[in-house]
T-cell receptor, first 113, second 114 residues
Framework: SAVISQKPSRDICQRGTSLTIQCQVD?????MFWYRQQPGQSLTLIAT?????????ESGFVIDKFPISRPNLTFSTLTVSNMSPEDSSIYLC??????????FGSGTRLTVV | GENVEQHPSTLSVQEGDSAVIKCTYS??????FPWYKQELGKGPQLIID?????GEKKDQRIAVTLNKTAKHFSLHITETQPEDSAVYFC?????????????FGKGTHLIIQP
């Protein structure tokens, strides 16, 4: 299965600022996904990123708040914009590209103060 | 959209005993059902998965069963060990390995008592 590197692993940010999270994969993958995991909760899909097209957002998530880039088959970024304390979560990148299902990165632990 | 229910939220078992976690799903189009283990401070790790054309799958101490008619699937861990302590998530997708993301259950905190 693919190996995913996410950066940063954690950050503490001021409210009103933005943070861009990077997801790098060691092989070319078809689909990349971004999830949010609020403290002590389950994972919720934010959006699906397909190379060469705009990301597809799930209900409750909008592009202005969570812009996503997917410039090639091994890399994607998620930006959390105009942050508030409610955005404090773990943000996870996931990929799929064949029969091995879905692999997850180790996540970015974001605290907004 | 899909809705996945997971029970119990917390499960405590004696070391060496078996543990069973159950999930139900709502969307009959779902055909891929993975289970993830998440340890503190880490991302979810796939431990076993099953597709809708299979009723049961086993990998050493871990097994998953699927009842498509009842929209129900379960994780079975036998001979539990302290390192099995973690949060376990079930999930469902219409296309494992395809264009759709996963819908997760709320998770089960498994505690192995020594």
């Amino acid at each position: 299965s693919a190996v995913i590197s996410q950066k940063p692993s954690r950050d503490i940010c001021q409210r009103g600022t933005s943070l861009t999270i990077q997801c790098q994969v060691d092989s070319q993958v078809t689909m990349m996904f971004w999830y949010r995991q609020q403290p002590g909760q389950s994972l919720t899909l934010i959006a699906t990123a397909n190379q060469g097209s705009e990301a597809t957002y799930e209900s409750g998530f909008v592009i202005d708040k969570f812009p996503i880039s997917r410039p090639n088959l091994t890399f994607s970024t998620l930006t959390v914009s105009n942050m508030s304390p409610e955005d404090s979560s773990i943000y996870l990148c996931s990929v799929t590209g064949g029969s091995y299902g879905y692999t997850f990165g180790s996540g970015t632990r974001l605290t907004v103060v | 959209g899909e809705n996945v229910e997971q029970h119990p939220s917390t499960l405590s078992v004696q070391e060496g005993d078996s543990a069973v976690i159950k999930c139900t799903y709502s969307d009959s189009a779902s055909n891929y059902f993975p289970w993830y283990k998440q340890e503190l401070g880490k991302g979810p790790q796939l431990i076993i998965d099953i597709r809708s054309n299979v009723g049961e799958k086993k990998d050493q101490r871990i097994a998953v069963t699927l009842n498509k008619t009842a929209k129900h699937f379960s994780l079975h861990i036998t001979e539990t060990q302290p390192e099995d302590s973690a949060v376990y998530f079930c999930a469902a997708s219409p296309s494992g390995g395809g264009a759709d993301g996963l819908t997760f259950g709320k998770g089960t905190h498994l505690i192995i008592q020594p």
